[in-house]
């Protein structure tokens, strides 16, 4: 089925208001336009650390997730998904904005109060510790410390076009009152502002835990964490394992405003460590013998029953043919799980551009537009995010900066030209660990240690073969082409705490001859 060109009235002008702040006309954000058919509704939902091969329609026995494949199965599959950074809040600042968050200085995590323990080896005898580059980082007060308030999101866009607009789950873009969603775009929130939360207190019979003893940053977790939520600007206990509450409230948004149309953002913090899940399910996974590895995919087992019952609340107020359904994830699996199958073909964890850290699943599902079991060739990013669902919704991007995404519509129909993906150019960085992406090419480079990895992805797409001495020309050129890039980038608005040392293909993080690591600043 082919996707129709949406008819688009004359355009309207519109204010936009938000909460706390100046109801004056954001300056670029252009005209709402009113489309002739319904618009229609979107939803994006976000995993937290879930790798490429978490799902079982990635091959996975391990583990059961049917109601995420069918949002591809009754969709559109991307051949490569990748994320706008290998770790948590960058990603979901490149999704939310539609441009790399260098731009705007965001490069590393907002700080959090203590973060640096993590880290340091006060919550786990760990064998490699960070490096603290910054043991009391408050460069920037709060208030400036997350997305800056220059940047548009895609919510703020979308309410101006007449959307009503949400968040359920995990924000992690600042924390500060002036920084949080309903100042940045969002009518309701139901979440947490910072990066994580845990799914059940540790001695509910209900919830089985796997700790990670090795991990400070599982340690970390434990201590300053509850099963809090925000709630009408207050911190409320969750009533349920944190996946279900989540889902819960995503229906509640979904029965509130299904008589217009709305954005449903919906970020569960699963699978991100603490490892914790339903006793229920765990109980069903006798056949997984490593207990972290049991309890992990049980927890991404209750997140598919959580997505089963939002897909089912859209069917059955009759809003699933005009719904775009988006999935896909922040990052790929984490290194410090030690759960080897997470990323699986690929090499890498989060926190490294491998393509393990950043090749996610990624769906989109419109049963009104979009042909079911659509195969779509070349590189998505969730950078096209932004401009895809503002075009589909009927509306216009702003104008007074530049986005780095692009409009998938063509693509999903099958209008594009095949080489419109398969050659586009992208780019990541974090501090002196950067990567670009052009065509069948891509090169990493980190300064700290010296490194250069060349791979041609359309012969080696596992990145098993590193060409970077054998084609120097090639490393020069696409370098030549990044340094462009970075002329538009901003110094980080805040200093980075920690060097953090990461195995490419296992766990441990010692160096040796025979292992490649880098070393990821954050």
Not at 108 to 133: C, H, M, S
Not at 206 to 215: E, F, G, H, I, Q
Not at 276 to 285: F, T, V
Request: aromatic letters at 10%.
């Amino acid at each position: 089925m082919k996707i129709r060109r949406i008819a688009t009235a004359a355009a309207l002008a519109v204010t936009v208001g938000l909460m706390g702040v100046s109801t004056a006309p954001i300056a670029g954000l252009g005209r709402a336009e009113a489309a002739a058919s319904p618009r229609p509704n979107v939803v994006i939902i976000l995993a937290d650390d879930l790798g490429y091969n978490d799902i079982s329609l990635h091959g996975n026995p391990l583990v059961r997730t049917p109601n995420i494949d069918s949002i591809a199965r009754d969709g559109a599959r991307f051949e490569t998904g990748y994320t706008g950074d290998a770790v948590c809040s960058t990603s979901r600042a490149a999704l939310m904005t539609g441009r790399n968050f260098s731009r705007y200085g965001f490069e590393w995590l907002p700080n959090l109060p203590g973060f640096v323990t993590a880290r340091d080896g006060t919550y786990a005898q760990e064998r490699y510790p960070a490096k603290i580059v910054n043991a009391a980082p408050n460069p920037v007060p709060p208030e400036k410390n997350g997305l800056p308030m220059s940047e548009i999101t895609l919510a703020q866009v979308l309410k101006a076009q007449g959307y009503r607009t949400g968040i359920v789950g995990k924000w992690h873009l600042g924390m500060a009152p002036n920084l949080l969603p309903t100042n940045r775009g969002f009518d309701e929130f139901v979440g947490f502002p910072g990066g994580a939360a845990l799914y059940g207190k540790v001695d509910d019979p209900n919830v089985v835990t796997a700790k990670l003893p090795w991990s400070g940053i599982d340690g970390y977790l434990y201590a300053n964490l509850t099963t809090d939520v925000w709630r009408d600007g207050k911190r409320v206990p969750a009533k349920k394992y944190m996946s279900y509450e989540l889902a819960d409230e995503a229906v509640g948004f979904i029965e509130r405003n299904k008589a217009q149309p709305f954005f449903l953002y919906l970020a569960f913090n699963a699978p991100h460590n603490p490892i914790q899940a339903p006793k229920a399910i765990y109980d069903r996974m006798g056949h997984i013998k490593d207990e972290k590895t049991r309890v992990y995919y049980a927890m991404i087992q209750a997140m598919d029953e959580a997505v089963g019952q939002v897909l089912g609340k859209l069917k059955a107020e009759g809003l699933d043919r005009n719904t775009i359904v988006v999935f896909l994830s922040d990052n790929g699996g984490a290194s410090y799980h030690h759960i080897p199958e997470e990323n699986l073909p690929y090499r890498g964890w989060k926190t490294t551009y491998f393509e393990g850290g950043v090749h996610v699943p990624f769906f989109v599902r419109w049963p009104e537009k979009v042909a079911a079991g659509s195969f779509v060739p070349g590189v998505a990013s969730s950078l096209d995010l932004f401009p895809t669902l503002v075009r589909a919704a009927g509306g216009q991007m702003p104008k007074d900066r530049e986005f780095d995404g692009m409009d998938l519509l063509p693509a999903l129909s099958g209008k594009a030209d095949p080489s419109t993906l398969r050659e586009r150019t992208l780019y990541w960085r974090k501090g002196d660990y950067k990567m670009i992406r052009q065509g069948r090419w891509k090169l990493q480079w980190l300064d700290d240690p010296k490194a250069v990895w060349l791979f041609d992805l359309d012969t080696d797409p596992t990145e098993r073969f590193n060409l970077a001495a054998r084609k120097p020309e090639k490393v020069r050129e696409l370098q030549a082409v990044y340094a462009v890039q970075e002329k538009k980038y901003l110094p980080p608005a805040w200093a980075a705490t920690a060097r953090t040392r990461i195995n490419v293909d296992g766990h441990s993080p010692d160096a040796s001859d025979d292992v490649e690591y880098v070393e990821w600043l954050n």
